[in-house]
């Protein structure tokens, strides 16, 4: 049986509200989301926020 | 004076390593991808099983093929020479199951002191980073050269 295909997103929202347009290349869009959403979340470590 | 401007949009880089694993199951096309994220010098890691057939990339492939360590130590080799090509890039991994961060600690935490001399690690562990020490579950790492590595 064929499996229905996944729907990724084509935007995703930020947690100050900024909408961001998901970049169009296919390989590696749910990568991209995860890692920008993750980032958004949690932010980087101190040492590094102010480099 | 802060003057307006626009928002500007710059192309994203990805950086792909290939290698060939060797073994029982045969050979597998193995690809180590770091995707610029466009923020923060940031990218994320990404290994994955090339598919000549459809010409996609399978990051959820579990090739068993009795080499690891291995391919572990070849994607810490790519990421040296990544580091070096972009010294101010911060290496994202996130795995993308349970097992696959699960297998990524083990071996960090293995050759710790090695990776230690060139790379600061950190772990994501209940929302925030912090250094990675062995034995602790994480959900994510992060990676950067070290200041004093040229």
Known sequence: MEQKKKKIPTKIRLKDGTVLEVPQDIRFKEKWISARLLI???????ELEDL | MRLETYEILSERIVVSYKFIS???????KKVVDYLELGFLNLFNLGLSDEDESTGLNNDKAISNNG???KVLATVAFTMQRFIYKYPQARILIEGNSASRIRLYRINISKYLNDILRIFN???LRNSKWELFERNISYSAFLITKKNNFI
Do not use: S
């Not at chain 1, 979340?41 to 101190?46: F, M």
């Not at chain 2, 060797?22 to 597998?28: A, D, F, L």
């Open chain 2, 22 to 28: 060797e073994g029982p199951k045969g050979e597998i």
């Open chain 1, 40 to 46: 958004d979340r949690v932010g980087l470590p101190k």
């Open chain 2, 121 to 123: 690690v950190y772990g």
């Open chain 2, 67 to 69: 080499d690891t360590r």
